[in-house]
Nanobody, 125 residues
Framework: QVQLVESGGGLVQAGGSLRLSCAAS????????MAWFRQASGKEREFVTS????????YYADSVKGRFTISRDNAKNTVYLQMNSLKPEDTAVYYC??????????????????WGQGTQVTVSS
């Protein structure tokens, strides 16, 4: 099983960019499908994006499509989230998640057995 640590969050003005990283330790990172979720204050955790273990398949929530890009570097055991054209409504704690092999119900929180601790992203207007 992998352990996940997110980094790269911070405060940015609307229209700006941030890149989040999720570093995985443990074995067989390349066999895990990965995802990013976010949770705004007082709201439920929601799906942002996911990527297959090969990196060939990616999926996005409609709210971030065209602005966010997920990628992975299996040699570095890291998945990335490039966030451009940020909006105040993107403000949330962003979590990295992992599931072994197939994406399954990849938009569902319950699909993932392993989570990072989260990193705060705050977008000011």
């Amino acid at each position: 099983q992998v352990q996940l640590v997110e980094s790269g969050g911070g405060l940015v003005q609307a229209g700006g960019s941030l890149r989040l990283s999720c570093a995985a330790s443990g074995r067989d990172f390349s066999s895990y499908a990965m995802a990013w979720f976010r949770q705004a204050s007082g709201k439920e955790r929601e799906f942002v994006t996911s990527i297959s273990w090969t990196g060939r398949s990616t999926y996005y929530a409609d709210s971030v499509k065209g602005r966010f890009t997920i990628s992975r570097d299996n040699a570095k055991n890291t998945v990335y989230l490039q966030m451009n054209s940020l909006k105040p409504e993107d403000t949330a704690v962003y979590y990295c998640a992992a599931v072994k092999y197939g994406l399954g119900q990849h938009r569902s929180v319950s699909n993932y057995a392993t989570w990072g601790q989260g990193t705060q992203v705050t977008v000011s207007s």
